[in-house]
């Protein structure tokens, strides 16, 4: 039975193996972004729905191995590595025309995957609804009929 997570640690399985799944999402990413088209088969029909899906997985492995960081917090460092790769991609010929259009897809597959986290901390900031109030006992004994 897995420990509830109230009671893990930073050196948990889970959480080495979230950290070491970032890293690898990460070095793909990298490696997917900055090599020549011609060494990666195309997985997605479209180009920008490949970068989606690619910085989806980043959003959920990046706020899986950084649990105890802000959702926003994490969300401003995956604009900063989509905004980093994209101006790096400026200066490959190939890759220049459609910089703008990358970026917006990779900051929004960073949203989809985030939004629902966003969503739910929004929803458990509401006190939870409260039951109706019940009335308070009397202290009387109910009255005997024909007495």
Sequence with gaps: M????ATRKDNDPLAMIAR???????????????????????????????????????ALSMAAARYRANVYRVMTDIALLATVLEGVRLFIPSHQLYVV????????????????????????????ERPPPQPPPSDEAPAENGA
Excluded: M, N, Q
């Design 101 to 128: 259009e990358d970026w917006v897809a990779d900051l929004g597959g960073a949203l989809a995957a985030l939004s629902p986290i966003v969503i739910g901390d929004f929803r458990k900031s509401f006190r939870p």
């Design 20 to 58: 070491a799944a970032f890293l690898l999402v990460v070095a793909g990413l990298c490696f997917a972004s900055l090599a020549p088209s011609g060494w990666l088969p195309r997985v997605l029909y479209s180009y920008h729905l490949e970068h989606f899906a690619a910085f989806y997985l980043v």
């Design 2 to 5: 897995p420990a509830p997570a």
